[in-house]
């Protein structure tokens, strides 16, 4: 009877799991080439309208783009052969604050916070391949450029860490990291045009 009570309880704890990661968290925006959904072994290729839901890994192929908006309007767009995780997503419709960490393993982004921010600053975060970038009322790129990985804060704050230093990026100030996660970020500064045009043709729609 005791063994029986233990399955019926591991059987409700998956159910909620799933039930968790069956729950829409957002939708794609718009739609560049091919994008897919992974979860728990299988794809489903998206498209635009399409529902998101927690625990999948977002990846876009050659030449693609993909934007997505969560249920609290924060916005992500990848550039082509990305991939995404959304680590955490902790949000109450109708409110404002929370949490929401994301991880780029691959490619390019342009993040725009939503309401998870909060007017007093929620506990956001995006990891890289290099680096975690702490975020505050913002609007950041990150991505590989010119042979290492750029950060560059169009609104608000972000605190770029890696394991060897850290550096405070505002509005208009850019870094690169030219090397592995124990490289230090180079210092603050604005970047070239030239350089800045190509981050963001990174994550541009043909139409734009």
């Known amino acids: 009877m005791k063994k029986l009570a233990i399955l019926a309880l591991a059987g409700l704890s998956l159910s909620l799991a799933a039930g968790a990661?069956?729950?829409?968290?957002?939708?794609?925006?718009?739609?560049?080439?091919?994008?897919?959904?992974?979860?728990?072994?299988?794809?489903?290729?998206?498209?635009?309208?399409?529902a998101l839901h927690f625990d999948e890994v977002l990846r876009t192929g050659p030449a693609a783009r993909l934007e997505a908006v969560l249920i609290d309007d924060t916005r992500i767009t990848l550039g082509e052969s990305a991939m995404l995780h959304i680590d955490d997503f902790v949000f109450t419709p109708g409110t404002t604050g929370g949490s929401l960490a994301l991880r780029v393993a691959e490619g390019?982004?342009?993040?725009?916070?939503?309401?998870?921010?909060?007017?007093?600053?929620?506990?956001?975060?995006?990891?890289t391949p290099v680096a975690t970038l702490g975020i505050r009322g913002t609007t950041v790129w990150g991505g590989p450029l010119d042979g290492g990985y750029g950060v560059i804060v169009l609104e608000g704050e972000v605190s770029v860490t890696t394991e060897?230093?850290?550096?405070?990026?505002?509005?208009?100030?850019?870094?690169?990291?030219?090397?592995?996660?124990?490289?230090?970020?180079?210092?603050?500064?604005?970047?070239?045009?030239?350089?800045?045009?190509?981050?963001v043709a990174s994550v541009s729609f043909d139409a734009d």
């Open 21 to 50: 990661r069956a729950e829409a968290i957002g939708s794609v925006e718009r739609l560049q080439n091919e994008a897919f959904a992974d979860l728990d072994g299988t794809s489903r290729a998206l498209a635009p309208a399409a």
């Open 164 to 199: 060897a230093g850290s550096v405070l990026l505002t509005p208009g100030l850019g870094t690169m990291i030219m090397g592995s996660a124990e490289t230090v970020p180079e210092s603050p500064a604005p970047w070239a045009d030239d350089r800045l045009g190509r981050a």
């Open 108 to 127: 390019a982004f342009l993040f725009v916070g939503g309401q998870v921010e909060g007017p007093g600053g929620g506990d956001v975060s995006i990891t």
